[in-house]
């Protein structure tokens, strides 16, 4: 008979009964007993793991994997041992199919026997075998299932009674999970002022590691980190167990009407970063003009260099889109900041004492927008009839070019006027303010384009964008951006 081939396993667990021997005096005392039972055996390959618990409540470290049991594994599906060593079965098992798997490699390879260091053999031939070894499996799934229950028992009988239910510290409570800590209680309550205000998280968070406050772990403050726990009950006094609700022990931190408040807050947070995503529109078309040459800047998407990201830019075109010189194309802005700062300027205008005048409707403005309206609708019939006479019988014998002037000279008027009505339109925008909102509000969580163009339109006439100059760097005051922007060569032209 040749000899028997055979690998060992040893691996580092945290046996309940602390019985945990390290890996290496597992794989000597494999060596020792290969050596007592007299067999012939050839010794190919012992591997190891150092990992964790084998208990069921053990998750973290079940996650962790093995790293030189599937080496074993492969090693017998490559037919080369017939037998395993192992301290005891517990080193090998983790899950029930692991040993399963085992069985089922016993069928189609040379593998078919474990043998424990205690003497144990399970010979994967016999159907007692495998038997011995399925019902190893079961008494330690029962086993450790029995655990557990017994732990789940506990931990929903402290929930009911409104415990709270250990382990990490939570933010604004001492360890107890009790006790109060107010300096943190304050941080928690002020943190959902700001989320109903309007304040982003980015901004929030941002404020409070400039602040130095840190978190319950002593740590720097993320974004998730805060949605994390600004959407947690035990700051209303609940103890949530598995979805389900009890009154706690402990005193709530927030208001629980406040709190359903920021959790809406919480959630406009996530649906702006969305919007931010989407093709972006230009707010202020019509509204932008070029410091050097007067004309209207055009909201385009342009890089700078290859490997920049595209930034949206409001830009005076030296050609436009039929190719036609236009504007001196030496005006060019980055949208976001240049936006962000028309925006702030309308908020706090509008916010202003003086807002409840732009709403009193002036005869003068009605008279002009009637003109204004007639005027458009000249301007369009006029542009209709210059295209189908063009492509029609062509009358007056246009050439290309001059037909092209002509349509484009008639557009850009087109363009002037649709800012003109729509400025002077803006009052009936303003009338649609939801109620009980401030501009801020309303201005922070709309994509309203229109309304927004509305609310410019009602206080400023135009905003000039001059050339030039250095590029400071500019924090945004609606978002917690931060531009090569400099605000000093941008000209508010109001109209009151
Ligand atoms: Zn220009």
Redesign the pocket.
Same mark, same amino acid.
């Given at each position: 008979m040749p000899p028997i081939r055979e690998a060992d396993y040893a691996r580092l667990s945290k046996d309940r009964r602390g019985l945990s021997e390290n890996v290496t005096i597992q794989l000597a005392e494999c060596a020792d007993t290969r050596e007592e039972s007299g067999e012939a055996i050839t010794f190919v390959a012992a591997f190891k793991d150092n990992d964790a618990s084998i208990s069921r409540f053990g998750k973290k470290n079940k996650a962790k994997s093995r790293v030189e049991y599937p080496q074993l594994l492969e090693l017998i599906r490559a037919n080369g041992i017939d037998r395993l060593r192992v301290t005891e079965l517990s080193r090998i098992y983790r899950d029930p199919s692991d040993l399963e798997e085992l069985i089922q490699l016993g069928d189609i390879t040379t593998f078919y026997s474990i043998v424990t260091t205690t003497g144990a053999v399970y010979d994967l031939r016999t159907a007692v075998g495998r038997a011995a070894l399925r019902d190893y499996v079961k008494v330690n799934a029962y086993e450790s299932d029995l655990i557990s229950e017994r732990a789940q028992r506990k931990k929903r009988s402290q929930a009911r009674q409104g415990l709270p239910n250990g382990g990490r510290r939570s933010y604004g409570y001492a360890k107890d999970g009790v006790t109060i800590v107010e300096e943190e209680a304050e941080v928690i309550r002020d943190i959902a002022a700001r989320l109903l205000k309007g304040e982003s998280i980015n901004h929030i968070v941002r404020r409070l590691n400039q602040q130095q406050v840190s978190t319950a772990e002593g740590a720097k403050w993320y974004k998730p980190t805060l949605i994390n726990m600004m959407g947690r009950k035990r700051y209303v006094g609940i103890r949530v167990h598995k979805d389900a609700e009890y009154p706690a022990i402990w005193k709530g931190i927030i208001d629980p009407v406040i709190f359903e408040r920021v959790q809406v807050a919480l959630r406009v947070d996530e649906q702006l970063k969305a919007q931010r995503s989407n093709p972006r529109k230009y707010v202020l078309a019509g509204f932008v003009f #070029? +410091?050097? /040459?007067? %004309?209207r800047l055009h909201g385009t998407v342009k890089q700078d260099r290859p490997s920049q990201p595209k930034k949206a830019r409001y830009r #005076?075109l030296s050609y436009s889109a039929d190719q036609l010189p236009t +504007? /001196? +194309? %030496?005006?060019t802005r980055l949208a976001e900041p240049l936006e962000d700062l028309v925006a702030a300027a309308v908020i706090t205008r509008l916010d202003g004492d003086d807002f409840a005048t732009f709403f009193s409707d002036t005869e003068e403005d009605s008279t002009r927008l009637r003109a204004a309206l007639d005027e458009l609708q000249a301007k369009r019939q006029k542009l209709t009839e210059l295209i189908g006479d063009y492509y029609g019988d062509n009358l007056d014998q246009l050439t290309r070019e001059q037909f092209m002037l002509a349509k484009g000279a008639t557009e850009t008027s087109i363009a002037n006027l649709e800012g003109k009505v729509e400025k002077l339109s803006a009052k009936r925008g303003a009338a649609v303010l939801p109620v009980g909102q401030s501009i801020r509000e309303t201005w922070l969580n709309s994509d309203d384009l229109g309304w927004k163009r509305s609310m410019i339109g009602l206080v400023m006439d135009k905003i000039i964008v001059h050339?030039g100059g250095g590029k400071p760097r500019y924090e945004h005051q609606l978002t917690d951006a931060v531009s090569k922007f400099d605000p000093e060569q941008i000209e508010i032209i109001w109209k009151v």
């Open positions: #070029c +410091g050097a /040459c007067g %004309r #005076c +504007g /001196c +194309g %030496r005006v050339p």
